[in-house]
Each structure stands twice: as C-alpha cells, then as structure tokens.
C-alpha cells in the first residue's frame, strides 16, 4: 500500500547543488517520521538525515551545514537539500517512512547521486 517514489539524482560537480524529492502515498504521510539514508558503492547502508512529525530533525556529522531536510505535508513530499556536495557524498539515496504501531517501515527505489571532482 505505502508507495515513495524519489527523484533528483543526478551527476553534479563539486561544490553544486541538488534537491532529492520522494512523493509518498498510501499513507497519512504527516503522522511519521520520514528520513535520508545513502548507501555508497561496497559500503553499508547510512543515515542522512530524519525529521518527525513535529518537524524535529538530526542529521549525520558527514552532511551537517551542508544538507538541508524538510517536508511538505499537504504535498505528501520529503525533500533533501543537498549544498556544497563532495565527491564523498556519491551513492544511492533512499527515502525511508518509519513505521510505528502495525505499520512497518517503508524504502523507496532509491536514486543515485554523482559528485564529480
């Protein structure tokens, strides 16, 4: 039923910029906690960035001044702004919904992200 659909990958330079969007259906988005995770070529999956409900975010040490999370509840849209990219920050991105209570958690397909040096 939960369906998140990204977009916004794409090949950047160093230093550029890129906005990740993932449309969320199936589910009364605004009640979760929706996040960021990247998983580099060989390497394990990793947390970007998160906000709940209540628009409380954290972000990874690696990202922090640079990435931006936010959420558009009437949209049903998860964004991640993404500044000052570096080679480093290459991977898939994926969006994931937290589940809670007899909903689990949701992935989407994942997009991929290209820094150039």
């Known amino acids: 039923q939960v369906q998140l659909v990204e977009s916004g990958g794409g090949l950047v330079q160093a230093g550029g910029s890129l906005r990740l969007s993932c449309v969320a259906s199936?589910?009364?988005?605004?009640?979760?906690?929706m996040g960021w995770y990247r998983q580099p070529p060989g390497k394990e999956r990793e947390l970007v960035a998160y906000?709940?409900?209540?628009?409380?975010?954290n972000y990874a040490d690696s990202v922090k001044d640079r990435f931006t999370i936010s959420r558009d509840n009437i949209k049903n849209t998860l964004y991640l702004q993404m500044n000052s990219l570096r080679p480093e920050d290459s991977a898939v991105y994926y969006c994931?919904?937290?589940?809670?209570?007899?909903?689990?958690?949701?992935w989407g397909q994942g997009t991929q992200v290209t820094v150039s040096s």
């Open positions: 199936g589910i009364t988005f605004s009640m979760y906690t």
């Open positions: 994931k919904l937290n589940g809670r209570f007899n909903i689990g958690d949701s």
């Open positions: 906000i709940t409900s209540g628009r409380i975010t």
